[in-house]
T-cell receptor, first 114, second 115 residues
Framework: GQQLNQSPQSMFIQEGEDVSMNCTSS?????WLWYKQDPGEGPVLLIA?????ELTSNGRLTAQFGITRKDSFLNISASIPSDVGIYFC??????????????FGKGTKLSVKP | GAVVSQHPSWVICKSGTSVKIECRSL??????MFWYRQFPKQSLMLMAT?????????EQGVEKDKFLINHASLTLSTLTVTSAHPEDSSFYIC???????????FGPGTRLTVT
């Protein structure tokens, strides 16, 4: 079945640093989504990407839909303590929520450097 | 953004009992909703697709008789865990795509603990 490889698995951030994470797949996706999940909460949508090559920003977050439709990255600039959490990429093969199930990456856990 | 709610947020039940979890789309209608399960420190795994007016579609390995899904209206889907066992303890999350959009919005999740 379709799988997403998300990396890194975890990383430590210091306030002010830029952060980058990415997802790759052997299959093509038509939509890429990036979510953040805090402990005990459901995932919150950060950015949605619909077109190959699309680059979209949401505040300090920037994400791109790879031109091959098989990858995406998420960048966080000037990180702040509240950026801590688990970030998931998700790919959707079909068009429309009723057709395409989301395939999730395993997540990237952001923690604060001790 | 779209809002999806879940109730209850957490529940503790005894082994052998049944538990119902509700998922509601608060400001939009959803003909389709999705139910996920998440174990600690793991990603979300799709359990089933809930379809308003028709039977739910279950993922491979998910017992449909154990996890009963009812999409009662365009804003409500329920997941009932029947004859719960300790191994059913998990974080259950629903999601719904807002009409006309491709992205899915998630509920806050329900923590189920079976003793």
């Amino acid at each position: 079945g379709q799988q997403l490889n998300q990396s890194p698995q975890s990383m430590f951030i210091q306030e002010g640093e830029d952060v980058s994470m990415n997802c790759t797949s052997s299959s093509i996706f038509n939509t890429w989504l990036w979510y953040k999940q805090d402990p005990g909460e459901g995932p919150v949508l950060l950015i949605a990407l619909y077109k190959a090559g699309e680059l979209t920003s949401n505040g300090r977050l920037t994400a791109q839909f790879g031109i091959t439709r098989k990858d995406s990255f998420l960048n966080i600039s000037a990180s702040i303590p509240s950026d801590v959490g688990i970030y998931f990429c998700a790919g959707q093969a079909g068009y429309g929520g009723s057709q395409g199930n989301l395939i999730f990456g395993k997540g990237t856990k952001l923690s604060v450097k001790p | 953004g779209a809002v999806v709610s879940q109730h209850p947020s957490w529940v503790i039940c005894k082994s052998g009992t049944s538990v119902k979890i509700e998922c509601r789309s608060l400001d939009f209608q959803a003909t389709t909703m999705f139910w996920y399960r998440q174990f600690p420190k793991q990603s979300l795994m799709l359990m089933a697709t809930s379809n308003e007016g028709s039977k739910a579609t279950y993922e491979q390995g998910v017992e449909k008789d154990k996890f009963l899904i009812n999409h009662a209206s365009l804003t409500l889907s329920t997941l009932t865990v029947t004859s719960a066992h300790p191994e059913d303890s998990s974080f259950y999350i629903c999601s719904a795509p807002k009409t006309g959009l491709l992205e899915q919005y998630f509920g806050p999740g329900t923590r189920l603990t079976v003793t």
